[in-house]
């Protein structure tokens, strides 16, 4: 909650003209708590995963000719039921483990110093944070999906991700109540080693469930503004992993392609890229 009692005395206090960004979120959250901000991200990430998936569903229902070729495994085509059966799969899993997730943690959230204080972060702030958060992140969850493809962590929890071994973007989000707390780690990690804003929070948590939902989507489109960054993965990267399914010891990494280029975990990947080029 803010502690100002009107634009006028905030700006006082601040001792600058707010912009209108500040304004807006002056008469947004001044009388809003910190915790009841902070679980606006429920609400976020239940937008996300409802309708960011809803385009490439759309593309697989219908098989649009001009996009049936970016395909990553023509051969399987999910109906709708199907879809709609993942969606109410996720929906269970966002309200008993993701929400409560997120309801709890508010005081570590709290601990480290998420603010929702004026002045709102700048750009290159939100910027700078988000790319420490998605290389924290991607680090972290890759020796945690290392991790379940053991033996013991794949049978007993990370094999209901693999149910879907033809990905689709309502599945990025469809795993074992089990994962979703562990993966919720690397998530949460990058805010804790580097407080932002609540906003940037925000946007974090959005953002990377686009990614997840995109590299899960089954389609390898040539236009994907993802395709200009440095070392990201992506669909077609992604989809390998799922492919090859429990055996795969392959392609653990959530976002980038460096620590499997590293630690030496791209090989299946790269002689399977090779076999299909001289194919």
């Given at each position: 909650?803010?502690?100002?009692?009107?634009?006028?005395?905030?700006?006082?206090?601040?001792?600058?003209?707010?912009?209108?960004?500040?304004?807006?979120?002056?008469?947004?959250?001044?009388?809003?708590?910190?915790?009841?901000?902070?679980?606006?991200?429920?609400?976020?990430?239940?937008?996300?995963?409802?309708?960011?998936?809803?385009?490439?569903?759309?593309?697989?229902?219908?098989?649009?000719?001009?996009?049936?070729?970016?395909?990553?495994?023509?051969?399987?085509?999910?109906?709708?039921?199907?879809?709609?059966?993942?969606?109410?799969?996720?929906?269970?899993?966002?309200?008993?483990?993701?929400?409560?997730?997120?309801?709890?943690?508010?005081?570590?959230?709290?601990?480290?110093?998420?603010?929702?204080?004026?002045?709102?972060?700048?750009?290159?702030?939100?910027?700078?944070?988000?790319?420490?958060?998605?290389?924290?992140?991607?680090?972290?969850?890759?020796?945690?999906?290392?991790?379940?493809?053991?033996?013991?962590?794949?049978?007993?929890?990370?094999?209901?991700?693999?149910?879907?071994?033809?990905p689709i973007g309502f599945a990025?989000?469809?795993?074992?109540?089990?994962?979703?707390?562990?993966?919720?780690?690397?998530?949460?990690?990058?805010?804790?080693?580097?407080?932002?804003?609540?906003?940037?929070?925000?946007?974090?948590?959005?953002?990377?469930?686009?990614?997840?939902?995109?590299?899960?989507?089954?389609?390898?489109?040539?236009?994907?503004?993802?395709?200009?960054?440095?070392?990201?993965?992506?669909?077609?990267?992604?989809?390998?992993?799922?492919?090859?399914?429990?055996?795969?010891?392959?392609?653990?990494?959530?976002?980038?392609?460096?620590?499997?280029?590293?630690?030496?975990?791209?090989?299946?990947?790269?002689?399977?890229?090779?076999?299909?080029?001289?194919?």
């Amino acid at each position: 909650m803010l502690p100002y009692d009107s634009l006028e005395g905030a700006e006082l206090a601040l001792g600058w003209n707010l912009t209108v960004a500040e304004r807006l979120w002056f008469s947004y959250s001044a009388h809003k708590s910190d915790y009841i901000l902070y679980t606006h991200n429920c609400l976020f990430v239940f937008l996300v995963f409802s309708l960011v998936p809803l385009p490439w569903a759309l593309v697989e229902l219908y098989w649009f000719d001009a996009v049936d070729r970016f395909k990553l495994q023509p051969r399987v085509k999910r109906s709708f039921p199907e879809l709609f059966k993942c969606y109410k799969d996720v929906l269970h899993q966002f309200i008993f483990v993701v929400a409560p997730l997120i309801a709890v943690s508010f005081p570590v959230l709290e601990w480290v110093g998420i603010r929702t204080s004026l002045p709102l972060p700048t750009k290159w702030e939100v910027i700078s944070q988000l790319i420490v958060y998605f290389l924290v992140e991607d680090y972290t969850n890759y020796w945690i999906h290392r991790f379940l493809h053991s033996e013991w962590g794949y049978e007993k929890i990370h094999y209901m991700h693999h149910e879907y071994n033809a990905p689709i973007g309502f599945a990025a989000l469809y795993a074992h109540w089990a994962e979703i707390l562990i993966l919720g780690i690397p998530t949460f990690l990058g805010p804790a080693m580097v407080p932002c804003h609540m906003t940037t929070l925000w946007l974090w948590s959005s953002l990377r469930q686009v990614e997840a939902i995109e590299t899960h989507s089954g389609y390898n489109f040539p236009w994907s503004p993802t395709k200009l960054i440095p070392f990201y993965g992506g669909p077609e990267y992604h989809d390998f992993h799922h492919f090859v399914g429990r055996q795969c010891q392959s392609n653990f990494a959530s976002i980038f392609t460096y620590c499997d280029y590293l630690y030496g975990t791209d090989k299946g990947y790269r002689r399977h890229k090779q076999a299909v080029k001289k194919a």
